[in-house]
């Protein structure tokens, strides 16, 4: 992969990470940096040795979200049939192309994660967060709304009622707010934040990555199904999971109590 302006990209085992780095502008996502973030996306969609992603922001900020002088000076310039076409094929990709990839995908919060950045964690897996963190959807506090999956995504994570006192009210979080609530999994002192995300992505790409792949897309099916549709899709996937030489190998290694060693594919 080429080295790029707006986001560093590493490859750590079979663990990946994308961080953002704007820290002059407090990490804010204008359209090259979602440009990249999309490049490395649709690489890491045929990669046959990345089995985890990690997206985290430079210094201390995750993202202040999207870039305001863009916004003021050339966006809200357009007519509503370019900004369409730009929301679509910028912030909305590169977000909804995270809940694409097969395998799981962490927010590592490291700082204020709001208004565009804070629909982009959504999109996410799942977040982590340091304990300075801090996260919140203030889109109206600019007279705009969650145009990135958060009125979907933020009601199926908290709950109706919180989603909508946050939308509504545009107030910021704590970390640890955050995490009473259920909107991030785990709070780490700032200083192990990326050690101990990394841990856990490290962890979560050793499991079988067919099985992984399988139940990611059937997570997201889940939110647009039905019971009944989800429970028809899931019988007949697992007849193809208990089909694959890792299930034989996952079960063996349960009865032998050691690790599996899974097919890398």
């Not at 996306?41 to 002088?69: C, N, P, W, Y």
């Not at 999956?149 to 707010?177: H, N, T, W």
């Not at 002192?189 to 962890?203: C, G, H, I, W």
Request: aromatic content about 8%; hydrophobic content about 45%.
């Amino acid at each position: 992969m080429k080295k790029f302006s707006n986001i560093v990209y590493e490859e750590i085992g079979k663990v990946a990470r994308i961080t953002f780095n704007r820290p002059d502008v407090r990490n804010a996502l204008n359209l090259e940096l979602l440009g990249d973030v999309i490049q490395v996306v649709e690489h890491l969609q045929t990669s046959d040795k990345i089995r985890a992603l990690i997206v985290t922001g430079t210094a201390d900020v995750f993202s202040g979200g999207a870039d305001v002088d863009y916004l003021e000076n050339d966006l809200c310039k357009q007519s509503p049939t370019e900004i369409y076409k730009v929301l679509t094929e910028y912030y909305g990709k590169a977000a909804l192309s995270l809940r694409k990839l097969p395998f799981p995908v962490i927010a590592a919060i490291n700082g204020p994660a709001v208004g565009a950045a804070f629909d982009f964690s959504l999109n996410c897996d799942f977040r982590v967060a340091s304990k300075s963190a801090s996260m919140g959807s203030i889109w109206v506090r600019i007279s705009t709304i969650p145009a990135l999956g958060g009125m979907f995504l933020l009601p199926r994570i908290v709950g109706y009622g919180r989603a909508a006192e946050m939308i509504f009210s545009g107030d910021i979080l704590s970390a640890d707010e955050a995490y009473r609530i259920g909107l991030v999994n785990h709070v780490y002192e700032d200083s192990e934040l990326q050690e101990k995300t990394l841990a856990l992505a490290t962890r979560l790409a050793k499991k079988a990555p067919g099985a992984v792949k399988i139940a990611k897309n059937g997570l997201n099916r889940g939110l647009d199904g039905t019971f009944s549709g989800e429970v028809d899709y899931a019988v007949y996937m697992q007849s193809i999971c208990l089909a694959m030489e890792d299930c034989v190998e996952g079960i063996r290694a349960f009865k032998e109590k050691r690790e599996p060693k899974f097919l890398d594919k």
